[in-house]
Structure formats: structure tokens, C-alpha cells
């Protein structure tokens, strides 16, 4: 396993993982994916600005042997549930299709506590729409990673979250798998089940991160 595609490595755990990949030997080429470059310094690390709509934006990139997608937004910070979508969804499925294409075997992706494509709730239907959806894509091995609300420091300003982090923090050992969830192991446990490559879709709920 020497190449690695990831996608949202701007994000809160895109970001931790990032630094994780430069960091581990296993990992001798990093591509970074996304709308916008990144402050990275790294000679192992390719950074490509793509049009996660556009298939063709994909070809120059070299092949892979594992794809980790970190992308995701919030309907608020999205403007619509159209616009969430696109990005959750359909952003996420052109990324690992892309990377399939490329030669990857290996799927490691960010999904959400209560993912279900049955569910009322549209972010968790969307959450688990897009599951079924990468694990129908032909990989060896798909893992699904369901932490609860993400712990960690965000470049952006989100003071409701934070107001909901310091809360569920307190009450952290009575919340069980809802507790908050800290970015930085959500990003080793992507890792380390890239590297397990057990084979067939798997899911990882927030209970087993750490």
C-alpha cells in the first residue's frame, strides 16, 4: 500500500488524517483531492484542484492502492438539501469511483452515527444512501466509519457546535457511543482498517473508534 488518494483534507478530520499519512512510512505517495489546494509541506504529497462533478478532472492523477474520503458538510453550511447532497453524496461517489478506476482496493470513508437510507431524518438518508452506494462500487474491502459529533478544532466558526461540544464533554461517560467523537482518532482508526484490508463492506460505529 504506497499510494494514497484523500479527499476533504481541508476538513476537521481530512486534516488530521493528512497529517498522519505524511507521517506514516507505509504511505510513500499522498494525493490530495479537492475544490481548493491546502497548506501541505511534504515532498510525498500531490495536490489536485478538481470539479468533483466533472469525471475528466480525475485523469491526470496516478493510480491507487487506497482512497479515504473525508468530505462532508451541513445542510446549513450547504444552503440547501440539494447542495448537501452534492457534496455528501454525490461528491463522495465520484471521488471513489474515480479512485477505482485508478486502482484502488481498498475504501475508507467518513459517514455518520445513525447513518440509514430508510431513515425520516434526510442527513442520516443521505448518510446511508451513499454507504450502500461505495460498497456496491467493487472494492475488496469498504469500511464505513459512523463517529458521533466530531471533536476537534475547526477552522471555521460554528458556535452552536461548540456550545453542544462543551455540554456533551461533561456528560461524556453517560452518553456512551454518542459522545463526542475526537477527529484525531477518527483518523487512526481510518488508517489502521486501510491497513487491516479485511475484505467484503464494513461498518464502524462510534463505540469502536479510537
Known amino acids: 500500500m504506497t499510494t494514497a488518494w484523500i479527499a476533504g483534507a481541508s476538513g476537521l478530520v481530512g486534516g488530521e488524517l493528512l497529517r498522519l499519512l505524511v507521517a506514516d512510512a507505509a504511505f510513500d505517495n499522498i494525493v490530495s483531492v479537492g475544490r481548493r489546494t491546502i497548506a501541505v509541506v511534504s515532498s510525498k504529497v500531490t495536490q489536485l ?14 493510480s491507487a492502492d487506497v482512497a479515504f474520503s473525508c468530505l462532508g458538510t451541513t445542510i446549513k453550511k450547504a444552503g440547501s438539501k440539494e447542495a448537501f447532497r452534492a457534496v455528501d453524496h454525490d461528491a463522495v461517489l465520484a471521488f471513489a469511483k474515480a479512485a477505482r478506476i485508478k486502482g484502488a482496493k481498498v475504501l475508507v470513508h467518513v459517514s455518520s452515527l445513525g447513518a440509514d437510507r430508510a431513515s425520516r431524518a434526510f442527513y442520516a438518508s443521505v448518510k446511508g444512501e451513499v454507504e450502500e452506494d461505495l460498497a456496491a462500487l467493487g472494492y475488496e474491502s469498504v469500511y464505513a466509519l459512523r463517529p458521533s459529533i466530531l471533536d476537534g478544532d475547526r477552522a471555521e466558526s460554528r458556535p452552536l457546535e461548540r456550545v453542544g461540544l462543551a455540554f456533551a464533554r461533561a456528560l461524556g461517560p453517560l452518553l456512551g457511543k454518542y459522545r463526542p467523537t475526537e477527529a484525531s ?14 475484505p467484503g463492506a464494513h461498518v464502524v460505529d462510534a463505540g469502536a473508534i479510537t
Open 185 to 198: 482518532a477518527v483518523a487512526r482508526t481510518m488508517i489502521a482498517k486501510a491497513k487491516a484490508k479485511a
Open 49 to 62: 484542484t478538481v470539479d468533483f462533478a466533472d469525471e475528466a478532472t480525475f485523469g491526470s492523477l496516478d
